[in-house]
């Protein structure tokens, strides 16, 4: 096992969106729900969750309840609340690359507006997924900056909760992401953590693998030289499906090596954990069985864990594997058996 937003180093991301109905469509670990800086459409029955123990925002037109929307119509009422567990939940909102400002400040003024933080998260570093089913980002280093900068000039002195680049340091450890590419890559995400933190209300988290992956003494070198240090943190699990002890004491490993930092943990997908039916090579893929995992919260009576976040969007497809259309778009089937799997 090896990446993060999949199980084999794979990422299946769709970087897109902010805040409304969508215009754009880009594959991988997730795709739009919104667009251009508009407030989303609030949908019946999707409101925010309590502030004290989940702070971040609901988007009231996401994917999912728009599903949920559309169900009722069609009187599917006990699928209709299925989906409304996925809804009813703040998750993470990945900035496109076209209108990155406009993105980023339509998610945050719409949390803002309802007293809550966003969360983001960041998908656009040059060589992207080797190359792979998520292959793109940022034509180059200054290409980079320049989105990095208007990103964080739409986030501005709103609050914000930010993962930087799943699986970025990641494959340069495992060696997916060719040797010549690292210097430069080391030099981006480090001047990423620090452009954010430059901001007045923006929390930092560096992606840092999962439990299924390689070993807490392979990465944490790598995270030094990519700016963990200046960080507020790191993400582990990002869009896999670890359980949520396991990432913990993933976590607290990597934590010793990095001056005690602390980590969030991507929860959405992990209730059942890993799937390990079937080829390895292909068990990140919409694995069956799986479930929604602990509902997105600050409170999570580990004081090195600082939140459970469902950093992936559950109910987007990982690929066009097991009958899913391509990633990151909306996979209802998927979406209702994570639902109904959840204890």
Not at 229 to 247: H, I, K
Request: contains cysteine; glycine residues 12%; hydrophobic residues 35%.
């Amino acid at each position: 096992m090896y990446g993060s937003c999949t199980g084999s180093a794979r990422v299946r991301a769709a970087a897109a969106g902010a805040v409304g109905a969508v215009a754009l469509l880009l594959a991988a670990c997730t795709s739009p729900d919104a667009g251009g800086g508009r407030e989303p459409k609030a949908l019946p029955g999707v409101s925010q969750q309590p502030k004290a123990a989940d702070p971040f925002w609901v988007n009231p037109g996401s994917k999912a309840a728009q599903q949920v929307e559309s169900y009722l119509r069609e009187g599917r009422k006990d699928d209709a609340e299925l989906i409304r567990r996925i809804a009813s939940q703040p998750v993470g909102e990945w900035v496109g690359t076209e209108q990155p400002e406009e993105d980023a400040r339509g998610f945050t003024e719409a949390a803002t507006k309802a007293d809550r933080d966003a969360v983001l998260v960041l998908y656009n570093i040059p060589h992207r997924d080797c190359g792979q089913h998520s292959a793109g980002g940022a034509a180059d280093g200054d290409a980079y900056r320049a989105w990095l900068d208007k990103v964080a000039q739409g986030i501005g002195d709103r609050r914000a909760t930010v993962v930087v680049e799943p699986d970025a340091v990641m494959h340069m450890v495992d060696g997916c992401t060719e040797e010549r590419y690292h210097e430069e890559r080391y030099d981006l995400l480090k001047g990423a953590v620090k452009r954010l933190k430059q901001l007045p209300n923006t929390k930092v988290y560096l992606d840092a693998g999962n439990a299924g992956w390689g070993k807490p003494d392979q990465i944490f070198e790598p995270l030094k030289w990519a700016g963990v240090a200046e960080a507020d943190g790191f993400a582990v699990n990002v869009a896999n499906f670890q359980t949520t002890e396991a990432s913990k004491e993933y976590g607290r490993k990597v934590s010793k090596k990095v001056g005690g930092k602390p980590f969030v943990i991507d929860t959405s997908r992990n209730g059942n954990g890993p799937y390990t039916k079937g080829d390895p090579a292909e068990n990140w893929c919409n694995p069956p069985g799986r479930a929604l995992g602990e509902t997105p919260t600050t409170k999570t009576d580990d004081p090195l864990v600082d939140a459970y976040l469902w950093i992936k969007r559950p109910g987007e497809s990982d690929g066009d594997c097991k009958g899913g259309p391509r990633a990151g778009d909306w996979f209802p089937e998927y979406a209702l058996e994570l639902a109904r799997n959840t204890r």
